[in-house]
């Protein structure tokens, strides 16, 4: 439907030929679902193409237009199904309730999200 779903950009970007991945030094993406968008910076990330992944690693911290944040150690998206997950610890907060556990899988924008594993909610004031 030629609607941009996500762009990374880097500071440094390294392809190999070989295995067709793509590495990323001080990386930001940016993913879209209708008029809602959702920034992730990272220190590094990869983009492997036989696999069709994108790995954002730490620290994670992202944004969205809608006010949500959420900060960790890693972030997989997959293009393919347009959902994310991590495996590792994360902190997330949107508008006044903050979740934490030890893995989260989300859309492609973390409005709607899982947490698993010590799941923490926390209702602020």
């Known amino acids: 439907n030629g609607k941009l779903v996500w762009r990374l950009t880097a ?12 590495f990323l030094t001080n990386a930001t993406g940016e993913f ?3 008029d809602e968008k959702m920034i992730v910076k990272a220190n590094e990330g990869t983009v492997t193409n ?4 994108i790995v954002l690693k ?5 944004t969205s237009t ?6 960790g150690e890693d972030l997989m998206y997959l293009p393919k199904k ?7 610890p994360f902190w997330y907060k949107k508008d006044t309730t ?13 409005q709607k999200i899982q ?3 010590h799941v923490k909610l926390i209702k602020e004031q």
């Open 58 to 62: 730490g620290p994670v911290h992202a």
């Open 115 to 117: 947490a698993e594993g």
């Open 66 to 71: 809608d006010g949500m944040e959420m900060k």
């Open 50 to 53: 036989k696999q069709e992944k």
């Open 98 to 110: 903050v979740i934490t556990g030890d893995r989260i899988n989300g859309d492609s924008i973390l």
């Open 82 to 88: 347009g959902t994310f997950q991590s495996d590792r």
């Open 11 to 22: 500071e440094k970007i390294l392809y190999n030929p070989t295995t067709k991945d793509i």
């Open 32 to 34: 879209y679902k209708g």
